[in-house]
């Protein structure tokens, strides 16, 4: 509950961060007034209003959904492989998006989906990276977690090497700066269109994984304890991977490449919940909001009027956690 008010109150103080500030009240009445009719008031100017709800408002809200994905993300993954280090983009999600998104920026490709034919064309790119990384882990038999790991390393190094093809070959230099700053993530393209469709994907994703929170539990514990409480681990993986897969496709066809938010997410909540997953589930998702909300905040205040790429702050905030992570791993690893 501690973390959840902790996530709503970043929400709302970060909306009224920026180069215009906006006090939290008065962002708060301009949300109000859009939502439940609250009457408009002579304290806030017409460009705060504007600023409010039509930037900085849809770019919190993408903000908080993709870093509750990705924490729900690493929460799962950590269970399904059996290691405190496996994140996100181990499965090879990442770069399969990438990658679509690159042949769209530099090529056109897909350009005939319409106006958000970036987006469309990343999410199918994940899509496609997931078929492949499956394909492979199912090829010699079940999925194991070490299949999946070998399979999703072996298929991102393959797509990160094609998305740089890409870029070697792009005949745009602007072209190629707009592919590497979606690369690194940035929530500056959100907006009220693309807003239901993540929310609703990234959503129902998270509500499966909170359904199947025991089976984490059990799954976390090893394959023979989930086998003997009635538990098939092969199938119980194969859809929870999916569901990850989806999640994350959703968050990086909207918001680009940003990594260590699935990473530190969990750990940070596991150290504050416990274990179990019915804790454990809300509260990375609660945790990975604040990270990303706070993360963008940094991202477009650091430099002003420049904006920092956000996968730039994540990196620098969870590079000092990765080694904690790995300097309190058992010596016999």
């Known amino acids: 509950m501690v973390i959840s008010?902790?996530?709503v109150a970043s929400m709302v103080v970060a909306i009224g961060l920026g180069p215009v500030g906006v006090t939290p009240l008065t962002a708060l009445s301009i949300i109000g007034h859009h939502t439940v009719g609250v009457p408009e008031l002579a304290s806030w100017a017409r460009t705060d209003d504007a600023i409010i709800w039509e930037v900085r408002l849809p770019r919190v809200l993408l903000g908080a959904i993709v870093?509750?994905?990705l924490g729900v993300a690493g929460?799962?993954?950590q269970a399904l492989v059996r290691n405190p280090l496996a994140e996100p983009y181990i499965i090879g999600v990442s770069s399969g998006a990438s990658t679509g998104a690159a042949a769209a920026i530099l090529f056109g490709i897909g350009s005939g989906?319409?106006?958000e034919s970036v987006s469309l064309m990343a999410f199918l790119g994940a899509l496609g990276a997931l078929a492949l990384v499956l394909a492979l882990a199912r090829s010699t038999g079940r999925i194991t977690p070490s299949r999946m790991i070998v399979a999703g390393v072996a298929v991102g190094y393959l797509l990160s090497a094609t998305t740089s093809m890409l870029i070697l070959f792009a005949d745009s230099a602007e072209g190629a700066r707009a592919v590497m700053f979606w690369l690194l993530g940035s929530l500056a393209n959100?907006?009220?269109?693309t807003l239901p469709i993540g929310y609703l994907?990234?959503?129902a994703g998270m509500v499966l994984v909170f359904w199947w929170r025991r089976r984490l539990d059990l799954l976390a514990l090893g394959d023979e304890t989930a086998m003997a409480s009635g538990v098939d681990p092969g199938r119980t993986r194969l859809v929870l991977v999916v569901v990850v897969a989806l999640c994350v496709g959703f968050a990086v066809s909207l918001s680009g490449g940003i990594g260590f938010v699935g990473l530190a997410a969990p750990h940070i909540a596991r150290r504050i919940v416990?274990?179990?997953?019915r804790h454990l589930v809300p509260a990375a998702a609660a945790l990975g909001a604040v990270i990303l909300v706070w993360a963008d905040v940094a991202a477009r205040m650091a430099l002003q009027p420049r904006e920092l790429p956000i996968g730039v702050v994540t990196g620098v905030l969870g590079a000092p956690v990765l080694v904690a992570l790995v300097r309190k791993l058992p010596h016999n690893n």
Do not use: F, R
């Open 274 to 277: 416990g274990p179990v997953h």
């Open 75 to 77: 929460v799962t993954l």
């Open 67 to 69: 870093g509750m994905a």
């Open 5 to 7: 008010l902790l996530a």
């Open 201 to 203: 994907g990234m959503g």
């Open 190 to 193: 959100a907006d009220w269109s």
């Open 113 to 115: 989906l319409g106006a």
